[in-house]
C-alpha cells in the first residue's frame, strides 16, 4: 500500500461546478500538506499549503486537513477551463515530499 | 525570471549511454531536490541537498545515478550506463530551510532511453 493514495480520475465537471478532490495517507508524522497542479508535460506548481489539521483557503481553493482520519481534500469553487490539470497531494514530513499519483480533472466549457 | 531552471528540457539516448542534467534553483534557497516522475505517477523523491551536502538518498537512486551541488548552488544529476527504464520526467526542486519547506519545482528534464 502507498503511504498516499488519491484516485487517478478523471474527474470531469462542467464549467462552475464545485471539485472536490481528496488524498489519504498512512504516515502519523506527515505535518505539512501540499497541493501542486501539474499541467501536461510541466513541473508542478504550488497552489497551496496548510500545517496540521483545519482548513485554509486561498481565493477559489480551500484547503482541508483532518489528521484524526488521516485525510486530506481540495475544494475548488467556480471551477474553469482553465482548471483542467493534474491535482497532487504532497504530505511533507520535513524533507522530501511524498507524493500521491494525482487526479486529472478536466473542467468542460 | 527567479525559478526554478532545468536544462535540458529533453534528451533522447541510446541504452547505455550517459547523461547529465543541471538544476539552478531559486538563488536563495539553501535545498535542492531531485525527484523522477513516470508516466501517470506522482514525482518519487530522489535525493536532497542541504547546501553542497548531499543529505539523504532514495533507494530508488541506484548506483548508476550520481549527484552533486558542488558549491551549494547548481546540481547535476547523472545517469551512466542508462536503461530503457530510466525513461521518465527528472524533476528539481529547491526549498528555504525553515520556510515551510515549501518546494517549488522547475519544468523537468524529459528524458527517453532508446
Known amino acids: 500500500q502507498k503511504e498516499v493514495e488519491q484516485d487517478p480520475g478523471p474527474l470531469s465537471v462542467p464549467e462552475g461546478a464545485i471539485v472536490s478532490l481528496n488524498c489519504t495517507y498512512s504516515?502519523?508524522?506527515?505535518?505539512?500538506f501540499m497541493w501542486y497542479r501539474q499541467y501536461s508535460r510541466k513541473g508542478p506548481e504550488l497552489l497551496m499549503y496548510?500545517?496540521?489539521?483545519g482548513n485554509k483557503e486561498d481565493g477559489r481553493f480551500t484547503a482541508q486537513v483532518d489528521k484524526s482520519s488521516k485525510y486530506i481534500s481540495l475544494f475548488i469553487r467556480d471551477s474553469q477551463p482553465s482548471d483542467s490539470a493534474t491535482y497532487l497531494c504532497?504530505?511533507?514530513?520535513?524533507?522530501?515530499?511524498?507524493f500521491g499519483g494525482g487526479t486529472r480533472l478536466m473542467v468542460k466549457p | 525570471d527567479t525559478g526554478v531552471s532545468q536544462d535540458p528540457r529533453h534528451k533522447i539516448t541510446k541504452r547505455g549511454q550517459n547523461v547529465t542534467f543541471r538544476c539552478d534553483p531559486i538563488s536563495e534557497h539553501n535545498r535542492l531536490y531531485w525527484y523522477r516522475q513516470t508516466l501517470g505517477q506522482g514525482p518519487e523523491f530522489l535525493t536532497y541537498?542541504?547546501?553542497?551536502?548531499?543529505?539523504?538518498k532514495s533507494r530508488l537512486l541506484s548506483d548508476r545515478f550520481s549527484a552533486e551541488r558542488p558549491k551549494g548552488s547548481f546540481s547535476t544529476l547523472e545517469i551512466q550506463r542508462t536503461e530503457q527504464g530510466d525513461s521518465a520526467m527528472y524533476l528539481c526542486?529547491?526549498?528555504?530551510?525553515?520556510?515551510?519547506?515549501?518546494?517549488?519545482f522547475g519544468p523537468g528534464t524529459r528524458l527517453l532511453v532508446l
Open positions: 504532497a504530505p511533507n514530513a520535513g524533507n522530501m515530499l511524498t
Open positions: 504516515n502519523s508524522a506527515f505535518q505539512y
Open positions: 526542486a529547491s526549498s528555504l530551510v525553515g520556510a515551510s519547506e515549501t518546494q517549488y
Open positions: 496548510t500545517y496540521s489539521s
Open positions: 541537498f542541504q547546501n553542497e551536502a548531499q543529505l539523504e
